[in-house]
């Protein structure tokens, strides 16, 4: 007689082959299941899923507006509890790949009151005004995850000893192969063929510098889409972790004992006018900008950034801002390359890993075509 699953089941308590005699069953042509995605309270993402006929699904302004119960997911008061699900971007399903010619969907949304008012968490509608109105500048967002993967016991990082710490210090697990230094490796594989096939422009992983750790990275992407692609790929993050058993978190520092790195949004930033020559000057007065600033992006850059940005493990000092070229002790990186070359793009190393891409992009977005700002002298090589 087969055992009772326990709490924490792992796929391997699980039969595959029921699981597949079921995901097998051929699905009506005329029928597409549709996954609504939206991002709650406190920016994780929620979803549910509902049958649409598939002449509905091909462009987003198609899709029927839905609801969802905003009481449980600390959206909406309990006399009032109805919020409207406004479909912005549809991506292909993974999860349930078909074979008939028809994809089923993921529809990325955002969340508004039943009279129209987009709700006080509705970030998406903040950056849509940011962005609205200045087409022209053609801005480019390339954003690097990093995340790190704990058993479920929630406590124990990926390759580390219950209760312990590892053997060898940070070092030889960036960018790492070998089983002793390479940890959730088939999770970031396997996120990456996901967001491949539902058409999220990831661009890269690789093992980042605390074990346990990983990243990616989605773009470039054009302005608001930046916040839709990155939003939806946390999304299929948390999925293929839940498919893995393995728990998922976006904590800037979650893990404050021993010397370990952090993990960060970087998050990659270019306008037409700098990729155009001369395009060098215009990232320095955008960084200019960004400066000036300081207080108000470090305000939206994520919950408990300051465990992180503490001037040590490739950070700057949360309460300083600084530039330099090659300088990941700054809080804003212009790479080699760019130097170089005289046009490219900047880093901007502040944002944390939980931080909200919607809010992230706009806000520099804004701050960059904004009054001009003084001049603030690169950082020093040696001062890093």
């Known amino acids: 007689m087969a055992d009772i699953l326990k709490k924490a089941t792992g796929q391997a308590a699980l039969d595959p082959s029921v699981v597949a005699q079921y995901a097998s069953l051929a699905l009506p042509t005329d029928k597409v299941l549709a996954e609504y995605v ?7 993402t929620r979803s549910k899923t509902r049958t649409l006929p598939t002449d509905r699904t091909k462009a987003v302004e198609d899709l029927p507006k839905w609801n969802f119960d905003g009481s449980s997911t600390d959206q909406a008061p309990g006399d009032d509890s109805e919020v409207i699900l406004r479909p912005v971007r549809i991506f292909r399903d993974p999860f349930r790949p078909r074979s008939d010619g028809v994809d089923n969907i993921l529809v990325m949304c955002d969340t508004y009151t ?13 950056a849509e005004a940011q962005f609205s109105g200045k087409e022209d500048e053609e801005p480019w967002f390339g954003l690097e995850l990093e995340f790190t993967l704990f058993n479920l016991d929630e406590k124990t990082p990926l390759g580390w000893p219950k209760g312990g710490m590892p053997s060898r210090p940070q070092g030889p697990y960036y960018c790492s192969v070998g089983p002793e230094n390479n940890f959730g490796r088939h999770i970031t594989e396997s996120l990456y063929r996901a967001c491949l096939y ?18 990616y990275q989605v773009g470039p992407c054009v302005g608001i889409d930046a916040g839709d692609q990155l939003m939806m790929s946390r999304y299929i993050l948390q999925r293929v972790c839940e498919d893995f058993q393995v728990y998922c978190t976006l904590h800037p520092k979650p893990i404050t004992e021993g010397e370990w790195n952090g993990a960060g949004m970087h998050t990659n930033v270019s306008t037409k006018k700098m990729r ?43 309460d300083t801002f600084c530039y330099g070229v090659a300088n990941r002790g ?19 190393r502040r944002p944390s890993s939980n931080a909200d891409p919607y809010l992230v992009c706009g806000k520099i977005f804004d701050t960059i075509t904004g009054p001009e700002a003084p001049v603030i002298e690169a950082m020093d090589k040696a001062e890093a």
């Open 38 to 44: 939206w991002a709650d309270a406190v920016g994780n």
């Open 114 to 126: 039943p009279a129209g008012e987009p709700l006080p968490t509705n970030s998406r509608a903040v």
């Open 198 to 215: 539902a058409g999220i422009n990831i661009s890269g992983t690789n093992g980042e510098v605390m074990p346990g750790q990983q990243e």
């Open 276 to 318: 155009e020559e001369g395009g060098l000057e215009e990232i320095k007065q955008a960084i200019y900008k960004l400066g000036a600033k300081h207080d108000e992006h470090i305000a939206i850059y994520g919950e408990g950034n300051e465990l992180r940005l503490t001037g040590a493990y490739e950070t700057a000092d949360i």
């Open 330 to 348: 700054a809080s804003v990186r212009i790479g080699r390359d760019t130097e170089a070359e005289g046009k490219g793009y900047f880093e901007d």
